[in-house]
C-alpha cells in the first residue's frame, strides 16, 4: 500500500504486532514492580523521531516494542507533530497511543480516538490571504491545510514536480490540486486555514525560513520542519504551545515530561519539557537545546532513550 487512506501504509504483519502488544498492554503482562515514575508523560515527535520511511509500516520494530512497554509500566505516550490530525490517528492506533496528542504543528490538540478536539488555532484571514498571493506569485510548490471542521484538514497542492507518491508521504493524503490558491480565498476568508508548507531544499537553494519570516512579519511563525519543508503557522502556534495545551487539559506539570525530536520545529516542544532529548542526526541548535542526544533514528535512538531514562530507571529496562 501507500500511504493508506491516510497515509501511512501499515502492512499486516505490523498489524498483527500492534494487536499483540495492544493485548500486553491491556493484560499488563509487562511487570513493573517500582511505583517511582520518572516522568508522567512521554511526547514524541514523529518525522525523523520514530517515523522513517525505511520501515516497513514507518516504524522499527524496537520503537513499536519500546512505546508498548513504556505504557504497560503505567507511563502514557503521545505524539506532537506536524502531521495532521487524520495522518496522526492512524499512527497512533498503530501505536497504541490513546492520550490525546498534538498536531498540526501545535495548531490542533485532540483525542486520537474519538477525534474530538481539545484546542484549534487558524491562521488569522489577512495572513491566509496574504500567503496564498504569495504562492501564486512566487509558483514555489505548496499546500494549504484548510480545516475540514473536525480538527482534520482539507488538503490543497498547487502543482507537482514528482509522482503524487513522492507528495503523499511529505504532504499528506488526499490532496486536491488547486494551481491558484487565489481561488480559495472564499475558503481563507473564513478563517480555515491551518498552516501551509512550502518546498525548499536546503541543498539546492537559499533557506526560505527568514525570508518568508521577513515577509510575512510577527503575525505568522514560520519554521523549518525538514530539509525539504518550510511550514506556516499563526503567530505562537508551535508544538511549544500545543504542548501546554495538552499539559493543562492532563494537568501534568511540564517538569514530568520526556520529550524526543530531532529538527527545528521541536525546539520549543523540547523546552517546554522537564527532561528533552534530540535525535543523534538532530542540527546542532536542536542538540543545544536538548538534555542529552540520542543515536540517530536509523539505530533506533528514540527506544533507546526510552530504555535509559523511562524503563532503566524504574528498574525494568538497559
Known amino acids: 500500500m501507500g500511504l493508506g487512506d491516510r497515509g501511512l501504509g501499515i502492512g499486516m504483519s505490523w498489524s498483527c504486532i500492534v494487536v499483540d502488544l495492544r493485548s500486553a498492554i491491556k493484560n499488563r503482562e509487562f511487570v513493573v514492580t517500582t511505583s517511582q515514575k520518572p516522568f508522567d508523560l512521554v511526547v514524541l515527535d514523529l518525522d525523523g523521531t520514530i517515523l522513517d520511511k525505511r520501515f516497513e509500516g ?9 512505546i508498548a512497554v513504556v505504557q504497560a509500566a503505567g507511563i502514557p505516550v503521545t505524539i506532537a507533530t506536524g502531521r495532521v490530525l487524520d495522518y496522526v490517528r492512524t499512527a497512533a492506533e498503530l501505536l497504541a497511543i490513546t492520550h490525546p496528542v498534538v498536531t498540526t504543528q501545535g495548531a490542533v490538540v ?60 511529505w504532504l499528506g493524503s488526499p490532496r486536491q490540486l488547486q494551481p ?39 503575525a505568522l511563525q514560520i519554521t523549518r520542519t525538514h530539509e525539504l519543508l518550510v511550514e506556516g503557522t499563526a503567530a505562537g502556534v508551535d508544538k511549544g504551545q500545543g504542548l501546554r495545551h495538552l499539559l493543562a487539559h ?34 546542532e541548535k536542536v542538540k543545544a537545546v536538548a538534555d542529552w542526544i540520542a543515536p540517530p533514528i536509523e539505530e533506533d ?3 533507546v532513550a526510552l530504555r535509559k531514562f523511562v524503563l532503566g530507571k524504574m528498574g525494568t529496562g538497559d
Open 58 to 66: 514507518g516504524f522499527s520494530p524496537a520503537v513499536i516494542e519500546t
Open 110 to 169: 485532540a483525542h486520537p480516538i474519538s477525534g474530538e478536539v481539545i484546542f484549534q488555532a487558524l491562521l488569522p484571514e489577512e495572513m491566509a490571504l496574504q500567503a496564498a498571493q504569495w504562492v501564486d506569485d512566487s509558483g514555489r510548490i505548496t499546500a494549504f491545510y484548510l480545516s475540514n471542521g473536525a480538527g482534520g484538514a482539507h488538503i490543497f497542492q498547487n502543482r507537482e514536480e514528482h509522482e503524487p507518491d513522492h507528495y503523499d508521504h
Open 180 to 218: 491558484l490558491f487565489t481561488e480559495l480565498l472564499d475558503d481563507l476568508r473564513k478563517g480555515t486555514a491551518f498552516k501551509f508548507i512550502v518546498y525548499n531544499a536546503l541543498n539546492d537553494e537559499p533557506d526560505l525560513t527568514p525570508i518568508l519570516q521577513q515577509e510575512f512579519g510577527p
Open 250 to 283: 492532563l494537568g501534568i506539570d511540564p517538569s514530568r515530561v520526556m520529550a524526543i525530536g530531532d529538527n527545528d520545529n521541536d525546539i520549543p516542544m523540547l523546552e517546554v519539557a522537564g527532561f528533552s532529548v534530540a535525535m543523534g542526526q538532530a542540527p
Open 301 to 303: 535512538g528514540a527506544a
